[in-house]
C-alpha cells in the first residue's frame, strides 16, 4: 500500500505514537456518550487532547444523542486529536468505510478532519489518510465524511479517529466503522481506471521482473482493491 500524503512529518510521527501505545480493542463509544472521568469532559475508550488544544465533550450541540466530542485551539501548539485503535481482523479482505460527522466554526490556518491508519503487526504503519487534501476548513454545519480503504491480510490494526491542526473550534459525532464487499462498491470512474491502466502498463514495460509477475492477475486486483474510487487520487494507494 501507498501512504497518503501527511501534513507534517510530526503529525504523522504523533498519530503513529498514539496508535502503537493503544491495546486493540473492538470498536467502542463511537458517538461520544460514554463518559470516564468524573467531570464529564473525556469520553471514555479514546485518547483525547493535544498541545495547546482542549478537548472534551459538549453537551450543547451533537449530531445525534446528548454528546459530541469538541477540539478548540486556546493557545499555539502542534494539533488535536481523538484517537481509538481496533483490531483489524473483522476487516481483512474487505473495505473499511470510516464515517463520522462533523460540524465547524472559524476553522483556518489548517482543517478538521477524519484519519485513519493502518498498521502492521510490527507497528509499521501501511497506510494513512488524514484528509490532508480535502480538509474542512470555515465554518460549516453538521456533516457526514468519509474515508474509504481496502484492508489486507498484511494488516494488523487499525487506528482511527478526529483532527483540528488549525485555529477554530471543531465537533465530531456519530462515527461508524463498516466492512463492504466489492460488489457493495461501485466500479472505479473513468478517470481513476484511465490512470491506473496507465500506471500498469509503466510498469509492465519498465519492471525488472516483469517475466515473473502474472500481470492479468495484478491488474485485476488492484481495479478490484480500487472499487468505488472517484478520482486519480483515489487510487494511489493501490498501486
Known amino acids: 500500500m501507498r501512504m497518503r500524503a501527511c501534513t507534517t512529518n510530526s503529525f504523522s ?6 496508535g502503537s501505545i493503544v491495546q486493540a480493542f473492538p470498536q467502542r463509544n463511537l458517538s461520544f456518550e460514554q463518559i470516564v472521568d468524573s467531570a464529564r469532559t473525556k469520553p471514555s475508550y479514546w485518547y483525547a487532547g493535544g498541545k495547546g488544544y482542549d478537548v472534551a465533550l459538549d453537551t450543547t450541540t451533537s449530531q ?5 466530542l469538541r477540539m478548540n485551539r486556546m493557545e499555539a501548539g502542534s494539533f488535536g486529536v481523538a484517537t481509538q485503535t481496533i483490531a483489524a481482523d473483522s476487516f481483512v479482505g474487505a473495505f473499511l468505510m ?3 460527522w462533523i460540524k465547524t466554526h472559524a476553522v483556518s490556518e489548517g482543517y478538521s478532519g ?17 484528509m490532508n487534501d480535502r480538509g474542512i476548513i470555515g ?3 453538521w456533516t457526514r465524511y468519509q474515508i474509504k480503504t481496502f484492508v489486507s491480510s498484511d494488516v494488523h490494526k487499525i487506528a482511527f479517529g478526529a483532527i483540528l491542526t488549525g ?12 466492512a463492504l464487499l466489492a460488489e457493495e462498491l461501485s466500479p472505479p470512474s473513468a478517470e481513476a481506471l484511465s490512470y491506473l491502466n496507465q500506471a500498469l502498463d509503466i510498469m509492465e514495460r519498465n519492471s ?3 517475466d515473473s509477475i502474472n500481470w492479468k492477475s495484478m491488474r485485476a486486483t488492484i481495479i478490484t482493491r480500487s472499487r468505488g474510487a472517484e478520482q486519480t487520487k483515489d487510487t494511489y494507494q493501490y498501486i
Open 64 to 68: 445525534q444523542g446528548n454528546r459530541s
Open 98 to 100: 470510516f464515517t463520522g
Open 114 to 130: 477524519l484519519w485513519l491508519r493502518l498498521d502492521a503487526a510490527n507497528n509499521k504503519m501501511l497506510h494513512l489518510d488524514n
Open 167 to 178: 485555529n477554530g473550534t471543531a465537533w465530531f459525532d456519530s462515527f461508524q466503522l463498516q
Open 13 to 18: 510521527s504523533i498519530l503513529l505514537f498514539f
Open 139 to 141: 465554518t460549516t454545519p
Open 208 to 210: 525488472i521482473k516483469r
